[in-house]
């Protein structure tokens, strides 16, 4: 019982660091007159878009679903720092 603690430990904490460091979650879906709608999941939900905020490129794509870290592999409370004043 104690390996499943352990496995579970660590799941939990690579997860954490991915979210902490800027990665997240995309879902794509397509819609008429070929438009896509990309909803991307961050533990940043309240930073503004692109341009005015970080921008997240995919880093694994599997066509409707993805991960996505920061184009500039810098996590956003970085950014959110340098435009705080």
């Not at 579970?8 to 879902?27: E, P, Y």
């Not at 341009?51 to 679903?65: E, K, S």
Request: charged share 15%; hydrophobic share 40%; with cysteine.
């Amino acid at each position: 019982m104690h390996i499943l603690e352990r496995i579970f430990q660590v799941t939990v904490f690579v997860v954490a660091a991915f979210m902490v460091l800027g990665g997240g979650f995309f879902r794509r879906e397509a819609l008429a007159d070929n438009f896509t709608e990309t909803q991307t999941y961050t533990l940043y939900k309240t930073m503004p878009p692109p341009p005015l905020g970080p921008r997240f490129c995919p880093v694994v794509d599997t066509g409707n679903y993805g991960l996505v870290l920061p184009c500039d592999y810098k996590p956003p409370f970085i950014w959110w720092l340098q435009h705080k004043s």
